[in-house]
Structure formats: structure tokens, C-alpha cells
């Protein structure tokens, strides 16, 4: 066996990542929808003062009808939900949220310089290039609230009838955004029960007329549905350029948060509760986040969820970094995974303890195999930011 390492050093390094957590009761009561009996409304009502702009409006169908309270596909002939056609030059990507763009879109931003065109109603869908505009979505509505509130959860009422069933005319991809103040912009809610194996926060292939999205609680004044696809949309091509054309039809959309002017002090507890479970399952994302890069025997995004002021008796960051890219080049399969994953918030950030379990194939030649078991100790700070591990220490 070449450069075989002392046994309890590779150990005690391949135990720094782990394996998928089970959530803490707080992140259950929120998932499970506990707190839509606790006093959720709809905010986007325009009875409750919000307010809906689209990409294109249509007289015969107009956006005002998807805040009106009337959530049926009956009345499609009358007039009732929005309808837009879309026909243009089009790159579906794969845009899951601010600062991420698809291969193609960053490569003819240097045709033009001019992206959006300042319109934040567009930021991050529209692309103005010398040889033409090229869209990464169909279209867009956007809700505005009143005032800043705190919402969880949203119901989309796409077209479907007997006439117009929505596995043949319903919109089938789509993702929902909030605007976001520190990066003024718009930035992807994270979604709830998205199954696992899925990378994001978009649904796609839907075939519903009614798509519900449950998703960790955020602060906003806005909201924007994109709408990348639907289930009559084409594609073709013209010289060398990507076409698309397709309908979008949408009967209603409601965003369910709490109201600010309720004081009650159950409402109080309540919302504490939400910024306690918003702490708790961002501190989740990025364990989650964290163990998926060492499955993948991904150093970036391994990283990704390491602080860059990570400290563990005298190792710092950088040498993290060096030291599991050294176990990725010995071991060429790992298998990791948390239990009892429990996480305290504290006045200096948060704990997460946890049991694990893990194995490892080592790439011949290099390192005998190795399987591990015991309790991992994380620190986590959101000093940066974000939540980022400051510490791992095992038992």
C-alpha cells in the first residue's frame, strides 16, 4: 500500500463532512404547515392592497384577474385570468437565481454590455445584445405588497378546463423569486419538500392545475413568478439561433405571509417562531450544502460552507481545503450520513450536534478502506453574511 496515512488521521478528517439531516421540530412545524392555522393570510389579494404588474398585458385577459380572489378556469371565455403569447429568441439555461446565469447568456453578454436594460422587472431574464434581445424565460408577474411582510408559502392556479386541461396548455415550468434588499435584486426562495435529488429551487414538467410552494419564511416587499415553459411551448431554430414561441395562461396566484398590522401576541410568538425556523433551516442548507460537496468529492462547494475564519487547534481555512483535497485524491467513493441532527442557537451563532456513520473506498493502491462512526460537534456563524461553519469537532 503506497503513502498509507496513521488510520485515526484519516478518520479524523473524513468525519468533518456528513450525510443527509433529519430536520429539528421547529423546521417540521414550519414544512408541515403548521403555521397556516397560526393567522396566514393571502397578501396577494388586492383586496389586501397588493399590487400585480406582467411581462405583457393583455386587455381580453387581464393581470388584475390573478389577484381577484377567483381561482376557477370556468370563466376563461369571459375574460377571467391572464394569457400572453411569447414568440422570440430564447435561451431556456438553467438561471436558478442572482449572480447565475446559463453558459449561453454570459457569453453574449459580451456582445453588449447592456444588460436588462435597468428594468429589474427583467433582472437576470433578459438579455439586450447587438445582434438582438434574448429572453431565459416567457414571461413574469410580480406582486407587490403594501408594506415589507413575511411570507412562506404560495399557490399558483394555472389554466385548467375541459377545454384548455392543464397538461396541454398549463404552465410547466416556473420558478419564484422575492426581492431581496441586501443585494437589490432578485434572489430564489428555497423550497420545502423538493424530494431528493433535486438541485433546485424550479419546478419543471408540471402538469397540475394547481401548484402549491412551501418555502423558508423571507422578509419582502415583492414577489416575481417566472415562467420559463409551458406545456404547448416550441422550440426551432433559424440560422443559428435558438426560437421558442408558447402561451402563458394563469387563472390566480396567492402568496400566503402574515399581516404586520396584527399585534396579537400570538402572532408575536408566532413570527419569532418564523426568524427562529428561517435561522434553523438556512443553518440546515448549508450543513446539507456542506455534505453534498464531500459526496460529490467537491472541494468548491464543499468550501462553500466553511468560514473563512474557520479555526481547529491551529488549522485554519486554507489548510482545510489542502487536507480534503488530499483525502478526494485517496478515496474515490464516500458515504456519509447524520442522525438526530439536533441545532441550538446561541447569542455567538449556533451548535449542531449530530451521530454519523460513514464509509470509504479508498482508490487502489493508495489507502485501505475505512468506516467510522461516532458525534460531530459544527459551529456556525453568520458573521459573513450567510451561515458559514466555523468549527467541527468529533466524539
Partial sequence: MKDAKPIYVIILYLIFLA?????????????????????????????????????????????????????????WGQGEGWETSYEGR???????????????MAEERGLNESFDSGDDSWRGLRLETSRGTVNSALGWVIIDFPEEKTVNRAIIYTIDSEEYPAEKFGVSDLMLQYWSRPVNSWAVVERFGKGKGQAGNAIHDN????????????????????????????????????????????????????????????????????????KIAEIQIAIDNYVDGYNRRNTDMLMSSISPGYSRNGETYSDLRKRMESIFADYQRVELELRNLGIKLTDKGATATSSYTSEYQAIEGKSDPITASGALIFELSEATGNWKITRIDSQ
Avoid at 430564447?90 to 449561453?104: H, I, N, Q, S
Wanted: contains cysteine; aromatic residues 10%; proline residues 3%.
Fill in 19 to 75: 450525510g443527509c439531516a433529519k430536520s429539528s421540530s421547529l423546521v417540521d412545524f414550519v414544512k408541515e404547515g403548521g403555521l397556516e392555522t397560526s393567522g396566514l393570510v393571502n397578501l396577494a389579494m388586492a383586496a389586501n392592497g397588493a399590487r400585480v404588474t406582467v411581462s405583457n398585458d393583455n386587455p381580453d385577459h387581464p393581470a388584475e384577474t390573478l389577484i381577484n380572489g377567483i381561482t376557477s378556469s370556468e370563466n
Fill in 90 to 104: 430564447f435561451a431556456r439555461g438553467g438561471y436558478l437565481a442572482y449572480g447565475v446565469e446559463d453558459p449561453y
Fill in 207 to 278: 402538469k397540475s392545475g394547481v401548484i402549491t410552494i412551501r418555502f423558508q419564511p423571507v422578509e419582502t416587499s415583492r414577489m416575481r413568478l417566472v415562467i420559463r415553459w409551458t406545456n404547448d411551448s416550441k422550440r426551432y431554430t433559424r440560422g443559428y439561433y435558438t426560437y421558442s414561441n408558447g402561451t402563458i395562461r394563469l387563472t390566480e396566484i396567492e402568496i400566503y405571509g402574515y399581516e404586520r398590522t396584527q399585534v396579537s401576541e400570538e402572532e408575536v410568538v408566532a413570527t419569532t417562531e418564523i426568524k427562529d425556523a428561517n
